[in-house]
């Protein structure tokens, strides 16, 4: 029987929490051990735990410290919350599963590969240096217009639309950005949609018009950086080798406080060659960012860069600290964004987003700069993973079908994990390249989303409690 509850320490607390309501409930020692106790046992039902048996078995099993008194008491607590659907709840989401795989869904994002190409050599690149397993090209602006009418089309009655400009670096090809931009602004008022753009660069081209267009249209801005200076120019150094930290980072301030500080974010990735990745959260803050990513590097073992199951100890050791350093910096009044730690625990997705993830495939798309359509920009020079074209549509609605029904109950390892309906069963690129096969998981990634999970649920009990 898959557990109901899953429960953790974070700092001093201990949590419990009820996996399909989402509950979260913060306890004292005594009241965390006797949950323990249920769940091992399968006591679940509000009967069966107000039983006198049980509650003399809890006394002498779980704390030689606990009186029958005291354990009839926390046990009622306990069968309360079950009758309220705060504990113990059954997971009811699976009988959904086909309504999920049969709603209509709209295109609503589209990643743009402006520029198959790139003036860094970065040595993690899933996109060999902008090539991703082909050639170096730019995106036309015919086939950029192709892309946005491909959008609107597709968009349904949907108004908001996103577009991100991507590489490579887009910023090699920035003139086809802009043209597409303004032809996107007219559309928008014919269609009545409205596009919310964003552009991911590396900074190395970077200038004051650029940054001045950018504040005008850009919605948001993701800055490539990893850290340290030591760090970011062994993994992101030109080609001929010389870092990148020195050129860019300058230029990354200026457009920083441009924007006033919002709506940019520095998007950093961390190797096994800098475990201790929380001191390059520390150099961000100290470079004066403070909306921050940065995320673990995915590539196989042999690859002297890539995570090993034996580093998890350490990273694990290392969210603990990231998430002390945003209790500490908020203390302080200097708090950041870690987005890593951001978790909606009372709204959030709706439970078909719950269930199927980020909606590559369906809802978002890739266009590479020969306006070829792919399930996201991960499967980008897949030939297996082609959908179609801006010219012709969606040619291969079965692929479409196929990620459409992946969710987290087409995945067994998922459906026995406590963090499915936060992490709505991973990336299904990454399950495609270690497993051949988009239902199924990167098991190491499954481990540090976990512990990603209680970072966040943590940082927000502890915030709440301080009210």
Not at 7 to 31: P, W, Y
Not at 276 to 289: K, Q, S
Not at 319 to 326: P, R
Not at 394 to 400: N, R, S
Request: hydrophobic residues 35%.
């Amino acid at each position: 029987m898959n557990k109901l509850t899953h429960q953790f320490t974070f700092q001093d607390l201990h949590i419990v929490l009820d996996i399909a309501s989402g509950s979260i409930h913060v306890v004292d020692e005594l009241s965390y051990s006797i949950i323990e106790y249920l769940e091992n046992k399968h006591i679940y039902k509000s009967e069966e735990i107000q039983n006198s048996s049980l509650t003399q078995e809890i006394a002498s099993t779980c704390s030689d410290r606990l009186s029958t008194e005291e354990a009839q008491e926390i046990l009622h607590e306990i069968s309360e919350l079950v009758q309220s659907g705060q504990l113990f709840t059954t997971d009811e989401y699976e009988s959904y599963i086909e309504d999920v795989k049969q709603r209509k869904t709209v295109v609503k994002a589209l990643c743009l590969h402006i520029a198959h190409d790139c003036n860094l050599a970065c040595r993690y690149c899933f996109a060999e240096e902008g090539e991703y397993h082909g050639k170096r090209g730019l995106m036309s602006l015919e086939t950029g217009k192709k892309a946005i009418d491909f959008l609107i089309q597709h968009s349904g009655n949907r108004r908001n639309l996103e577009v991100d400009f991507f590489g490579g670096e887009p910023l090699m090809n920035w003139q086809v950005v802009k043209d597409i931009v303004k032809y996107g602004r007219v559309q928008e008022q014919v269609y009545n949609k409205n596009f919310r753009f964003t552009l991911t660069t590396n900074g190395v081209l970077l200038s004051d018009d650029v940054i001045e267009y950018a504040n005008q249209e850009m919605d948001n801005v993701v800055l490539s950086l990893d850290g340290r200076k030591e760090v970011n120019d062994h993994m992101r150094p030109f080609r001929g080798g010389a870092g990148s930290f020195d050129l860019v980072v300058p230029k990354y301030k200026k457009l920083v406080e441009s924007r006033n500080g919002e709506k940019y974010y520095i998007r950093g990735t961390f190797t096994r060659d800098n475990l201790d990745f929380c001191a390059d959260l520390e150099a961000f803050l100290e470079l004066g960012f403070d909306q921050l990513s940065i995320e673990p590097v995915v590539g196989d073992e042999s690859n002297a860069y890539a995570i090993r199951e034996e580093d998890l100890p350490m990273i694990f050791e290392e969210y603990d600290k990231a998430a002390k350093l945003m209790l500490d910096r908020e203390k302080e009044g200097k708090p950041f964004t870690f987005f890593h730690f951001l978790l909606d625990l009372e709204g959030g997705p709706c439970v078909a987003k719950r269930l199927s993830g980020c909606g590559a495939g369906t809802e978002y798309l890739a266009v590479t700069p020969w306006g070829e359509l792919f399930p996201c920009h991960q499967f980008v020079g897949q030939d297996e993973f082609l959908l179609g074209h801006v010219d012709t549509g969606i040619e291969k609605e079965e692929i479409v079908s196929d990620f459409r029904s992946c969710n987290v109950y087409t995945k067994e390892a998922c459906k026995t994990c406590f963090a499915r309906f936060y992490c709505s069963g991973g990336c299904m690129a990454n399950s495609q390249q270690f497993h051949g096969s988009i239902h199924d998981i990167y098991e190491i990634g499954c481990e540090m989303e976990r512990k990603r999970v209680e970072c966040a649920i943590g940082l927000q009990v502890t915030r709440a409690l301080a009210e």
